[in-house]
């Protein structure tokens, strides 16, 4: 019998990105899943509208919103292991909308935590992101590294791993924190960078827009990340732990574009847009994880190497393209 049979876990932000591959890969194991849907009237249940039947059907979905502490509680109910995922993510729109990021994130962590709390959930995996370090002081950057926030999405993303903490040093919560790098792979919004530079080269307009093409960023495919989440839930080490999970390369924007070109094989030149460029002193130049605490305490270590994972990302866009919005940015 393996660790998830039977287990009954809940995954908020289960529509999103890496929340549906870990959805996806937690039915896989035999889990009883219940997926965390922010409501809406159309009934969407985002990226999880595209896994296999056979997938969907093995899922329990529970549409509510993480910022009502009572649809929380409800969903907690009876859950063996919670895997946070549910944050607003976009950088630039945080520009816009500070107030959102800290109902979300902040005030919606503190409801799953309180949640976990009095339902004695007996592991909670909060997932944080690499963009609290900011612009590295060095690097690999591990988990020591000093934090700041270089954007309100980054300030409302520390907010939440504190609060996370707290809830650890506090009450004992069964917390453990993974903080991953830049993901990339299949179903990934259009709003990311990886997506963003293969839509336009597979667009055929001979453009691809970026901002800054100098940062630099450790990318890691998503099924990586989603076997980082996996062990740390699976190891009673983890408790208490902030865990980096990344490939532990970097490459610049630019060195990346010029690499998807090459393997998409059109003739595209790169334009920089002032639109997509970050105030400066909010831009984070470099971003590479040292992943060792992992490597040592989890057996953790990513399997597949970017040239494979973009590989893999290339062929399902150019069979989805038509779901991405290439001739605009994605905020």
């Given at each position: 019998?393996?660790?998830?049979?039977?287990?009954?876990?809940?995954?908020?932000?289960?529509?999103?990105?890496?929340?549906?591959?870990?959805?996806?890969?937690?039915?896989?194991?035999?889990?009883?899943?219940?997926?965390?849907?922010?409501?809406?009237?159309?009934?969407?249940?985002?990226?999880?509208?595209?896994?296999?039947?056979?997938?969907?059907?093995?899922?329990?979905?529970?549409?509510?919103?993480?910022?009502?502490?009572?649809?929380?509680?409800?969903?907690?109910?009876?859950?063996?292991?919670?895997?946070?995922?549910?944050?607003?993510?976009?950088?630039?729109?945080?520009?816009v909308a500070p107030l959102h990021y800290i109902n979300t994130n902040i005030n919606?962590?503190?409801?799953?935590?309180?949640?976990?709390?009095?339902?004695?959930?007996?592991?909670?995996?909060?997932?944080?992101?690499?963009?609290?370090?900011?612009?590295?002081?060095?690097?690999?950057?591990?988990?020591?590294?000093?934090?700041?926030?270089?954007?309100?999405?980054?300030?409302?993303?520390?907010?939440?791993?504190?609060?996370?903490?707290?809830?650890?040093?506090?009450?004992?919560?069964?917390?453990?924190?993974?903080?991953?790098?830049?993901?990339?792979?299949?179903?990934?919004?259009?709003?990311?960078?990886?997506?963003?530079?293969?839509?336009?080269?597979?667009?055929?307009?001979?453009?691809?827009?970026?901002?800054?093409?100098?940062?630099?960023?450790?990318?890691?495919?998503?099924?990586?990340?989603?076997?980082?989440?996996?062990?740390?839930?699976?190891?009673?080490?983890?408790?208490?732990?902030?865990?980096?999970?990344?490939?532990?390369?970097?490459?610049?924007?630019?060195?990346?574009?010029?690499?998807?070109?090459?393997?998409?094989?059109?003739?595209?030149?790169?334009?920089?847009?002032?639109?997509?460029?970050?105030?400066?002193?909010?831009?984070?130049?470099?971003?590479?994880?040292?992943?060792?605490?992992?490597?040592?305490?989890?057996?953790?270590?990513?399997?597949?190497?970017?040239?494979?994972?973009?590989?893999?990302?290339?062929?399902?866009?150019?069979?989805?393209?038509?779901?991405?919005?290439?001739?605009?940015?994605?905020?």
């Amino acid at each position: 019998m393996s660790f998830w049979q039977n287990k009954k876990v809940l995954v908020t932000g289960a529509g999103g990105f890496i929340g549906s591959h870990l959805v996806e890969e937690l039915v896989m194991c035999d889990a009883n899943v219940l997926a965390f849907i922010k409501y809406n009237s159309r009934n969407d249940w985002g990226n999880l509208e595209l896994l296999d039947k056979s997938i969907r059907e093995n899922i329990e979905i529970f549409t509510a919103d993480i910022q009502d502490g009572y649809a929380v509680k409800k969903a907690m109910k009876k859950r063996d292991i919670v895997f946070h995922l549910a944050a607003l993510i976009g950088i630039p729109y945080s520009y816009v909308a500070p107030l959102h990021y800290i109902n979300t994130n902040i005030n919606g962590t503190l409801n799953i935590l309180e949640a976990c709390l009095t339902e004695n959930v007996s592991r909670v995996i909060h997932t944080s992101t690499s963009e609290v370090y900011g612009t590295a002081i060095y690097t690999p950057i591990d988990e020591n590294h000093p934090q700041r926030g270089q954007s309100p999405y980054a300030a409302s993303k520390i907010g939440s791993d504190k609060l996370a903490e707290s809830y650890y040093l506090s009450y004992d919560s069964p917390i453990s924190i993974i903080r991953p790098f830049n993901t990339f792979g299949p179903r990934q919004s259009g709003r990311a960078i990886i997506p963003t530079i293969i839509t336009q080269a597979l667009s055929g307009t001979g453009k691809i827009k970026l901002g800054r093409v100098d940062p630099i960023r450790d990318f890691l495919y998503v099924r990586d990340t989603v076997k980082g989440f996996l062990a740390i839930a699976e190891s009673k080490k983890s408790i208490g732990q902030i865990i980096n999970i990344g490939s532990g390369e970097g490459i610049s924007i630019g060195e990346l574009a010029n690499t998807i070109v090459k393997m998409i094989g059109n003739q595209t030149q790169i334009e920089m847009d002032e639109e997509r460029i970050r105030p400066q002193k909010s831009e984070v130049f470099e971003l590479v994880c040292d992943y060792r605490k992992a490597k040592e305490m989890l057996n953790w270590g990513p399997k597949v190497n970017l040239k494979e994972g973009l590989e893999k990302t290339i062929q399902y866009i150019k069979i989805n393209l038509s779901k991405y919005k290439a001739d605009i940015y994605n905020v």
